[in-house]
């Protein structure tokens, strides 16, 4: 991927990648002397997370491919003038691997979520995506005194692609914690993913997802959840972005995001 060329809004730098073109980079590093590399797809909420967390921000960072996930994010690229090709969402970045892994014959490690619904993930990428070998699975339930043995259980199951069905902060810092150790060549952070591929939640209409809207679908879905998160995250991003557009258009050197606490 183009390094180079990446589009940085908040300190955080994108690739300048399509949906096609990031699934390339993926099954590149399969295909490559084994060697680990870390898949980052962030959000709005990454961004505004990241100024409060050093270790999120360090983490996304360091990603391998950073990917812009969320209409929020690209529009707020395109206005600053260092735009993004397209969305890419994390939720869809994670089947169109599973199919490309099918037809390749990949191993993939599924981590996250709960026992019945990344058991039920695990058998559905079988029925779905013949070919997909799945080199094992855990649900996201454990302490940090389990985090070696889970490691350690991923490295001897020799994935190519390992699927961490985990919230932010956690899939991200942990990740980059563990990256060497894990070797493993795509590990990705994939949040809620799993429970929609398992269809044990209703991901939004085509329509809200082209619109930017998908937060609104969550929104109805869950209000109570979600109200709060997504009126403070929103706001944040607005006024933290905006600024940055705004300086970049008169010509101002965008001041480094700050970072509140730890």
């Given at each position: 991927?183009?390094?180079?060329?990446?589009?940085?809004?908040?300190?955080?730098?994108?690739?300048?990648?399509?949906?096609?073109?990031?699934?390339?980079?993926?099954?590149?590093?399969?295909?490559?002397?084994?060697?680990?590399?870390?898949?980052?797809?962030?959000?709005?909420?990454?961004?505004?997370?990241?100024?409060?967390?050093?270790?999120?921000?360090?983490?996304?960072?360091?990603?391998?491919?950073?990917?812009?996930?969320?209409?929020?994010?690209?529009?707020?690229?395109?206005?600053?003038?260092?735009?993004?090709?397209?969305?890419?969402?994390?939720?869809?970045?994670?089947?169109?691997?599973?199919?490309?892994?099918?037809?390749?014959?990949?191993?993939?490690?599924?981590?996250?979520?709960?026992?019945?619904?990344?058991?039920e993930l695990a058998r559905l990428c079988q029925e779905?995506?013949?070919?997909?070998?799945?080199?094992?699975?855990?649900?996201?339930?454990?302490?940090?005194?389990?985090?070696?043995?889970?490691?350690?259980?991923?490295?001897?199951?020799?994935?190519?692609?390992?699927?961490?069905?985990?919230?932010?902060?956690?899939?991200?810092?942990?990740?980059?914690q563990h990256q060497k150790r894990l070797d493993v060549?795509?590990?990705?952070?994939?949040?809620?993913?799993?429970?929609?591929?398992?269809?044990?939640?209703?991901?939004?209409?085509?329509?809200?997802?082209?619109?930017?809207?998908?937060?609104?679908?969550?929104?109805?879905?869950?209000?109570?959840?979600?109200?709060?998160?997504?009126?403070?995250?929103?706001?944040?991003?607005?006024?933290?972005?905006?600024?940055?557009?705004?300086?970049?258009?008169?010509?101002?050197?965008?001041?480094?995001?700050?970072?509140?606490?730890?």
């Open positions: 991927m183009d390094t180079v060329n990446r589009a940085e809004l908040l300190g955080l730098p994108f690739d300048p990648a399509t949906m096609k073109s990031a699934v390339d980079r993926c099954m590149q590093w399969c295909e490559e002397p084994r060697a680990p590399h870390i898949v980052v797809t962030a959000n709005a909420s990454i961004l505004c997370m990241m100024r409060r967390d050093r270790d999120l921000a360090s983490a996304c960072k360091e990603g391998d491919l950073i990917l812009a996930d969320g209409m929020s994010v690209v529009w707020a690229l395109r206005a600053a003038g260092t735009a993004v090709p397209e969305r890419v969402t994390g939720v869809d970045l994670m089947a169109e691997l599973l199919a490309a892994a099918a037809a390749r014959r990949l191993r993939i490690y599924l981590l996250g979520a709960k026992h019945e619904v990344v058991s779905r995506y013949p070919g997909v070998v799945i080199a094992g699975f855990r649900d996201g339930y454990f302490s940090p005194a389990d985090h070696s043995a889970i490691v350690e259980e991923i490295r001897e199951s020799k994935p190519d692609i390992l699927f961490i069905g985990m919230q932010s902060p956690f899939k991200e810092t942990w990740a980059a060549p795509v590990i990705m952070g994939v949040g809620g993913s799993f429970d929609v591929h398992a269809g044990y939640v209703i991901r939004a209409p085509r329509l809200f997802r082209s619109t930017g809207m998908e937060w609104f679908w969550r929104l109805l879905m869950e209000p109570r959840k979600m109200w709060k998160r997504y009126l403070m995250t929103n706001t944040e991003f607005i006024w933290v972005a905006g600024r940055e557009i705004v300086a970049r258009r008169l010509g101002i050197k965008p001041s480094k995001p700050s970072i509140t606490t730890h």
